[in-house]
């Protein structure tokens, strides 16, 4: 389905806060399981990545090493949210052997979704050379990304890294994972309470598109969404597979009976099937 026109439309299928009346209680929940996450596993918490605003990371060290890595990049529309609220989403992973690293970046409309983007290329490039350590195996980056989160891994899959730095391998990163991710920017760009914050030119919009780029010549993203999701949210995990096609996007799939916000518990559900997806993208299934 085309995007539609009708900016009160967009507004209707984009803004997740107003479509999810118990948002308040999902966040509390969120900030209440990451407390218990931090004090339970005490992760080395506002770890410098860069120089610039927010670029501070916290690792979640593995309990053997040479553990495959996961990149956990948050969402809130690239304009709100903290790596603190996301702490949650660790435990289990290490659990299964991983070692977790959850990221900030600045926010809009501080900074565009270009320099976000550019962030996340250091976040990343921060993991290559520092996970060894933290007991992490560089060779097993995995990135999973939620909502604008999503939208941000998918665009490292499509990064040159030789062209970021010398130090760096040709594919630091081959598998991804986007839950309820977004790869057309073209709507978000016409959506009302979204457009003065985000400030999306048509050609920014194109340039930051994962689906209007060419699809990774090596790497494999995963893309999930829940079925309680709006038209366009399923639209755009859709959109994808079929930009990209199935080899580089194997998989692609709506989650029974969750929407934007509690998606994430089955993402951290070990008897769930996205979980074991994730797990996958790890090398840990």
């Known amino acids: 389905m085309a995007p539609h026109p009708d900016p009160a439309w967009l507004d209707l299928q984009y803004n997740n806060r107003a479509r999810i009346p118990e948002h308040p209680q999902i966040f509390e929940r969120w900030a209440r399981d990451s407390a218990a996450a931090r004090r339970s596993l005490a992760p080395e918490l506002d770890v410098r990545y860069g120089e610039g605003p927010n670029e501070i990371l916290d690792v979640f060290a593995p309990t053997r090493g040479g553990a495959p890595v996961m990149v956990y990049v948050h969402g809130g529309w690239w304009r709100s949210l903290?790596?603190?609220?996301?702490?949650?989403?660790?435990?289990?992973?290490?659990?299964?052997?991983?070692?977790?690293v959850v990221p900030n970046y600045a926010l809009c409309p501080t900074v565009t979704i270009e320099q976000i983007t550019l962030q996340m290329v250091k976040?990343?490039?921060?993991?290559?050379?520092?996970?060894?350590?933290?007991g992490g195996d560089p060779r097993r980056i995995a990135a999973v990304g939620h909502s604008a989160g999503g939208h941000l891994v998918a665009m490292l899959l499509c990064c040159?890294?030789?062209?970021?730095?010398?130090?760096?391998?040709?594919?630091?990163l081959r598998r991804a994972l986007a839950i309820s991710g977004l790869f057309d920017l073209e709507p978000v760009r016409r959506t009302p309470f979204l457009k003065s914050d985000l400030r999306l030119s048509i050609a920014s919009a194109r340039r930051l598109s994962p689906a209007k780029l060419p699809a990774p010549s090596e790497g494999q993203l995963m893309a999930v969404a829940g079925a309680q999701e709006s038209e366009e949210f399923l639209r755009q995990n859709t959109l994808i597979q079929q930009a990209w096609g199935p080899r580089a996007v194997p998989?692609?799939?709506s989650v029974e009976?969750?929407?934007?916000?509690?998606?994430?518990?089955?993402?951290?559900?070990?008897?769930?099937?996205?979980?074991?997806?994730?797990?996958?993208?790890?090398?840990?299934a």
């Not at 976040?123 to 933290?134: E, V």
């Open 82 to 100: 903290d790596k603190s609220d996301h702490s949650f989403v660790a435990p289990p992973f290490v659990a299964a052997g991983a070692m977790v």
């Open 123 to 134: 976040a990343l490039a921060w993991t290559y050379r520092n996970a060894p350590r933290f």
């Open 160 to 172: 040159r890294w030789r062209e970021v730095a010398a130090d760096l391998p040709p594919v630091l």
């Open 251 to 253: 998989v692609c799939e």
């Open 257 to 284: 009976g969750v929407h934007h916000l509690d998606i994430l518990y089955a993402l951290v559900d070990s008897s769930t099937r996205l979980h074991r997806l994730s797990l996958q993208q790890l090398g840990l």
